[in-house]
């Protein structure tokens, strides 16, 4: 079974800062992919980016890149240039690349990232 | 997301009334998803569709039924509502690899 961890509760950082959220995962599995998804006030989920696990180069999308660290089994999420919009809940989340999983995701307990002006 | 929507945004029922929550989506995926989300679990699998009525159980499934008979709608039951089973339900669709499409999530509150 796949798990997910997100050991900060909460977070916050200044307006135009930037920030990392830490994730770490465990999985029997040589292939999957990771996920971080973004939940606003609004309570819509939004992904953010994704990362396959057999490709060493870290994602990036704009203000947001990834740290993965396979051996250590860590997926961080760097947030550069923190804008009042980014106040969200932030979920990190695995899923298997194949077996008879059907692409479920797990999820981790979630991060509230508070953005101050 | 326009391509699923999931009603009622909010209800209120009372303890042992059966309650059902629909999810709708018009983009033909086969693979539909209910979560539920509490705070400090993050997102909880409840139960997953892979087609027309084939449905399999998640890790929290006790309490909940689940029926899919066309393709575009995946329905949750709660047989007999308890007050554990408050909490935000959302429906998801997608395939492995490029993460779920989630709906807007009902707010359930059982009195």
């Known amino acids: 079974a796949q798990t997910v961890t997100q050991s900060q509760p909460e977070m916050s950082v200044q307006e135009a800062e930037t920030v990392t959220l830490s994730c770490t995962y465990d999985?029997?599995?040589?292939?999957?992919?990771l996920f971080w998804y973004k939940q606003p006030p609004s309570r819509q989920m939004i992904l953010v980016i994704r990362q396959e696990a057999y490709k060493q180069q870290n994602a990036t999308e704009n203000r947001f890149s990834v740290n993965f660290q396979k051996a250590a089994k860590s997926f961080s999420l760097k947030i550069s240039d923190s804008q009042l919009g980014d106040t969200a809940m932030y979920f990190c989340?695995?899923?298997?690349?194949?077996?008879?999983?059907?692409?479920?995701?797990?999820f981790g307990q979630g991060t509230i990232l508070t953005v101050h002006p | 997301d326009a391509g699923i929507t999931q009603s009622p945004r909010h209800k209120v029922t009372e303890t042992g009334t059966p309650v059902t929550l629909r999810c709708h989506q018009t983009e033909n995926h086969r693979y539909m998803y209910w979560y539920r989300q509490d705070p400090g679990h993050g997102l909880r699998l409840i139960h997953y569709s892979y087609g027309v009525k084939d449905t399999d159980k998640g890790e929290v499934s006790d309490g909940y039924s689940v029926s899919r008979s066309k393709t575009e709608d995946f329905l949750l039951t709660l047989e007999s509502a308890t007050s554990s089973q408050t909490s935000v339900y959302f429906c998801a669709i997608g395939q492995r690899a490029y993460g779920y499409t989630f709906g807007s999530g009902t707010r359930l509150t059982v009195v």
């Open positions: 999985t029997s599995e040589s292939n999957y992919y």
């Open positions: 989340a695995s899923q298997n690349a194949g077996g008879t999983s059907y692409g479920k995701l797990t």
